[in-house]
């Protein structure tokens, strides 16, 4: 990452307003560029981050893991949330409520 250095950072009037000193802020991140800026930016206008990515056992995520290493540079805390049941169980309950989209599209994955 290239940064500006510190003190060119100002808190913004709403982090001024609802982040004290000590806080903690969670954001859920992805590792991806959005996820960074935003983790990157709060942490070197000096607020405490702690970064959540939820697992939903999606197959195309070979390693959720990968989202701590993604977000690693950016010098915050970033834990792996297993809610792989509750999106099983919600998805159950979508199927049994007949819940689709558009009449066919089955809303499991959406949950």
Known sequence: FRTMPVTELKKSPILEEYVKNGDVVGICVSGG???KTVALRLR???????C???DIGQPDEENISDVVDKMAPCGVETIVVDCKNEIAEGAMEAVACQS?????YWQSTGI
């Open 33 to 35: 560029l959005d996820s």
């Open 44 to 50: 070197l206008a000096g607020v405490k981050v702690k």
């Open 52 to 54: 959540f990515t939820a």
């Open 100 to 104: 689709s989209y558009d009449g066919g």
